[in-house]
Structures are given as structure tokens and as C-alpha cells.
């Protein structure tokens, strides 16, 4: 299996995910040549992409969807009411590329993708987990709290994107309106640089995990701070960052944290 972070952040969002014979993405929350110029630099093709997984209709998760699905004859999984409320935004899709996902799970050639709830302010919203063989990868971002469900569905993964989109100082005290700070602390809104840390004691075990911190506010949070942040909380109870858990960050504007596993 192979893993990349496309683009990471409240600007946009794109997760690529391969096995020998399949590649899909996650989202593609930029414009179509942003997602394109980022699969060449990770030296892959975006005529090759098998599919394309839409976790929810914001446009940061969205924008360059429909673009990339007519360039390249790409076929659209969702949900049925999340393709509901994004189709406007898409534009003309062809119809043998619309695939509702009418259950949890789709295989493409050697890649099982499972879709699970994710508690955030969309129609339907959800997360992803993939499988290659016996190896997972998990994209958990838009979280307003960890939910049971949540950790039921990537606690048993390899790699994680895991969502650390602000500090809650910051947020209280930061620019934005006031409704808009209820909406980000809500349970339907954005996972905090604590709650992250919490999250990953919760799903460590004896499998070693890679988890990389994403969709990080640029408003609200920084790098360094939700990454000491996390690894603040998880020394404190006593797990060993680089042993049980590898920690490491999503860029916003490059593809980072590529990995073969």
C-alpha cells in the first residue's frame, strides 16, 4: 500500500491511497490542476486514478471533484445524500461515473474501501477506511469528537490522517464570529490539538501506528503547536512517540508524509 497527504487544511483536502493495481483518492478539495500537479510530483498519473471518495460536500473537500471526473473519466463515491447536496456544486457528470454507495463498503481491484460515520455539520458525512492485503489506512478529518464509532473504525490501522484543526485558546480568542466558534467547538464541527492527543491514546495497542496530524486551521492552530501538543499529552501517559506511535504533519500546500507500507 502506498500513502500520501495530497493537501491538509482548512484550505483544501486530498488523500491518495494505492495498491499494486488500483489508486484512489480521498476528496479533492482544491482545483483540479492543484490535484494534478500534486499526484506528478508523487510521480503518479491522474489518468490512472480508479475513483474518487468524497467524504462530505464542503467545498474543501470538493472543489476540484467534477473537473477531475470529467478530465480524466474518474467515477464519484458517495453516499446518496451527500451526492444529493454536492451535485449542483460538481457540475455534469457522466452517468456510468456517479456511484452511490448504498452500502458501507466498495472493492476496486485490491483495494476494499469501508465507509463509517463521522460526526460533522454535512448531510451525511463520512470517513474512509482502506484495505491493501493486511495493511489499513484510515482518513478520520471533520471531527466534531471522537466518536465510538470513530475508533471502532481505525484503531486496527497502519496509517492514520488524523484531524488536529485547532487550539481552543486560540479559537476563543481569534478573529472568528462568535457563531462560528460554537459551530468548531460543537460536536458537529472540527477536532482540537487535545482532543487529537486524547483520540490516539484511545486507539493505541500493540500494532505500531503512523499517525499524521491534518486538516489543521490556518486561523486557529499552528504546526509545531498541535504537534508538541499531541505529543505533550501522549508522554504524559506514558506512550513511547517514535516506539508504540510515530507522529508526524500533513502539509497544507504540498503532498507530504508519502509512505510504502
Do not use: Q
Amino acid at each position: 500500500m502506498r500513502f500520501c497527504s495530497l493537501y491538509s487544511g482548512s484550505s483544501g483536502n486530498s488523500t491518495f491511497i494505492a495498491s499494486d493495481n488500483s489508486r484512489i483518492l480521498i476528496d479533492a478539495g482544491l482545483s483540479g490542476k492543484s490535484i494534478e500537479k500534486a499526484l506528478v510530483d508523487i510521480n503518479e498519473n491522474p489518468s490512472e486514478v480508479d475513483g474518487i471518495f468524497v467524504t462530505h460536500e464542503h467545498l474543501d473537500h470538493i472543489k476540484g471533484v467534477g473537473i477531475l471526473s470529467r478530465k480524466y473519466n474518474i467515477p464519484i463515491y458517495a453516499n446518496e445524500l451527500t451526492w444529493n447536496a454536492m451535485k449542483n456544486t460538481l457540475g455534469k457528470i457522466k452517468d456510468e461515473n456517479i456511484k452511490i454507495m448504498d452500502s458501507e463498503s466498495v472493492s476496486i481491484k485490491d483495494l476494499d474501501i469501508i465507509a463509517y460515520r463521522i460526526p460533522h455539520d454535512a448531510a451525511s458525512p463520512s470517513g474512509y477506511k482502506v484495505i491493501s492485503g493486511n495493511k489499513v489506512a484510515c482518513v478520520a478529518t471533520d471531527l466534531g469528537y471522537f466518536s465510538d464509532e470513530v475508533k471502532c473504525s481505525i484503531k486496527d490501522a497502519d496509517v492514520i490522517l488524523l484531524e488536529s484543526n485547532h487550539d481552543v485558546e486560540m479559537l476563543k480568542f481569534g478573529p472568528y464570529p462568535y457563531v462560528l466558534k460554537r459551530r468548531i467547538l460543537s460536536d458537529v464541527g472540527h477536532l482540537s490539538n487535545d482532543d487529537c492527543g486524547k483520540a490516539i491514546i484511545d486507539i493505541v495497542s500493540g500494532k505500531k501506528k503512523k499517525i499524521v496530524l491534518g486538516h489543521l486551521s490556518k486561523t486557529n492552530n499552528y504546526p509545531d503547536l498541535a504537534y508538541k501538543t499531541v505529543i505533550n499529552i501522549l508522554t504524559e501517559s506514558g506512550i513511547e512517540v517514535g516506539g508504540d506511535v510515530a507522529i508526524s504533519m500533513a502539509e497544507r500546500s504540498i503532498p507530504s508524509n508519502y509512505m510504502e507500507l
